[in-house]
């Protein structure tokens, strides 16, 4: 029998993309769970005036149709949920049978999400860099830690990964493979990137996952066959695919139009499933299915 390894699990990320509206991100739990069947629904939380300066915040939205604010830092609030709000998140994801998680923008956005003890906290790739926000949740937080590496060096990474090393926490830390762009074109997901980091860091960490913007999802088919053969070859554990979610690619705002709709997503979590299934050797040379078609159809030499 071939082995028979642990399920990918497939991140829905919601992000921004609940317009600010708390029962809007509560039914987004719900199709994500239950419609889509997906393993995570994951937001974001961000200190707005903690993470930007004040020119940024009080700059414009650099694209006027998508803002919800005046200014930037506007914008930013009006899209941002509380820490009892996210407390009301997680216990949505809870009666809905999902996971809950959050990617922390700044060190009171970590502190806070760390607070709700989550089973995952996601670092983006904007802020993988930020080490004193990293070294609090090392410290201070016993879950799993997820980090994109969009738009970072190789040299940044290699510094990533030995941080949590020295903080005795690589073991409990996922790094994804990540195209920083909304949409993201094909050419540019560079998915044998998910080879490098697992040949480079798979047995240095506990897994690789892939975190994509691109349309459609026939790519995250192809991610996982990348992480599925190195995993084979012994080269790490690949584990997590993450894709922004929404009701609705056409409403306003800026991950929108690099989300999946319901059917999309569900589409992408019966698929990876399916293949996943799929990308297996032959546990004997003639399999029970094919002994029946065997009998009444192969031609055979009569000695």
Not at 158 to 178: H, N, P, T, W
Not at 210 to 237: E, P, T, W, Y
């Amino acid at each position: 029998m071939h082995e028979q390894l642990e399920p990918v699990k497939i991140i829905a990320e919601i992000g921004c993309n609940h317009k600010g509206d708390l029962e809007l991100a509560k039914e987004l739990i719900r199709v994500a769970a239950h419609v889509c069947k997906a393993d995570v629904a994951k937001f974001q939380k961000r200190h707005n005036k903690e993470l930007l300066s004040e020119e940024q915040y009080y700059a414009p939205h650099p694209v006027t149709e998508n803002s919800y604010g005046e200014t930037y830092g506007d914008h930013r609030e009006f899209l941002e949920f509380s820490a009892a709000q996210h407390a009301e998140l997680l216990k949505c994801c809870k009666e809905n049978g999902i996971l809950y998680s959050t990617s922390v923008w700044d060190l009171t956005s970590a502190q806070e999400i760390a607070a709700l003890n989550p089973t995952l906290i996601k670092i983006p790739s904007a802020t993988n860099q930020h080490f004193e926000l990293q070294e609090f949740l090392c410290k201070n937080y016993n879950g799993e830690i997820h980090v994109s590496t969009g738009m970072s060096t190789g040299d940044e990474i290699q510094d990533l990964v030995r941080f949590y090393e020295k903080m005795g926490r690589a073991k409990d830390l996922v790094i994804y493979s990540c195209t920083s762009g909304y949409p993201v074109e094909f050419r540019d997901l560079c998915l044998m990137e998910i080879d490098n980091l697992m040949n480079k860091f798979g047995e240095r960490v506990k897994s690789i996952g892939f975190s994509g913007h691109h349309l459609g999802i026939a790519a995250d088919v192809g991610a996982l066959a990348v992480g599925r053969l190195n995993q084979k070859k012994g080269v790490g554990k690949f584990t997590h695919i993450e894709r922004h979610f929404t009701l609705d690619r056409t409403w306003k705002g800026t991950d929108h139009a690099a989300s999946l709709e319901p059917d999309g997503l569900r589409r992408l979590c019966r698929d990876i499933r399916n293949v996943d299934l799929a990308l297996s050797e032959k546990s004997t040379d003639i399999l029970p299915v094919e002994a029946v078609q065997r009998e009444k159809l192969k031609w055979t030499v009569i000695s």
